[in-house]
Structures are given as structure tokens and as C-alpha cells.
């Protein structure tokens, strides 16, 4: 089982920038794919990235498309996902999620470790 820690999470303005991290535990972090999701306050939990296990192959949910960049360093165990030109509809409780292959996926199903969230919120 991988363990999952997030962090960068923080209060910003509408049009900045954060960088989240997710710092993995477990020998196998470079053989598995990892995802971003996020989830506002009454909606249900939804995909934001993915990336494969070597890095190679990325993909993004339409609202992402554009602002964010998931991105991973495998010889640091640790997945970021920078966030650009960040909206008020950005805001959220954002978690990273490991899988147990090494391909990308949006279903929040197909991922089997699961950090604990790191707070975004945007103002207007």
C-alpha cells in the first residue's frame, strides 16, 4: 500500500498560481500511475489529472486543460500539479491517488491509495 501526503495547498486570488505536491512512500511510486482530484464543498469528488508511471503520457479534465500541469518526479517519490490563472470555481479540497498500474486514468475507482487533501481556495 503507498502512502500519500499532499501539501501546498493555501489561499490565493483569482489569476495566481500554486504548486501542489504529493510525496509518496513505498518502493513502487515509479511503476505506478498517479492522478489529481478535488472536491468542493457539496460536490461530488472529480478527476483534475493524470499522469503515467514514467511521466511520459498526461491528461486532463476540460476545466484544467490549459492552467494546470501535472507533472512527477520519480527519483523524489513526488507528483506536483502546478495551477495557473486559478478561478474562484478552482476551489476545493484536492487529493493525490495512486494507482496499481502504470497507466493514467480519470475514474476516481481505478485508484487505490488516497492522500489526505490539501485546501485550495480562490478568491474573487
Known amino acids: 500500500q503507498v502512502q500519500l501526503v499532499e501539501s501546498g495547498g493555501g489561499l490565493v486570488q483569482a489569476g495566481g498560481s500554486l504548486r501542489l505536491s504529493c510525496v509518496a512512500s513505498?518502493?513502487?511510486?515509479?511503476?505506478?500511475?498517479m492522478g489529481w482530484f478535488r472536491q468542493a464543498p457539496g460536490k461530488e469528488r472529480e478527476f483534475v489529472a493524470t499522469?503515467?508511471?514514467?511521466?511520459?503520457?498526461?491528461a486532463y479534465a476540460d476545466s484544467a486543460k490549459g492552467r494546470f500541469t501535472i507533472s512527477r518526479d520519480n527519483a523524489k517519490n513526488t507528483m506536483y500539479l502546478r495551477m495557473n490563472s486559478l478561478k474562484p470555481e478552482d476551489t476545493g479540497v484536492y487529493y493525490c491517488a495512486s494507482r496499481g498500474t502504470g497507466s493514467g486514468s480519470s475514474s476516481y475507482r481505478d485508484y487505490s491509495s488516497w492522500g489526505q487533501g490539501t485546501q485550495v481556495t480562490v478568491s474573487s
Open positions: 513505498g518502493r513502487t511510486f515509479s511503476s505506478i500511475a
Open positions: 499522469i503515467t508511471w514514467s511521466g511520459g503520457g498526461t
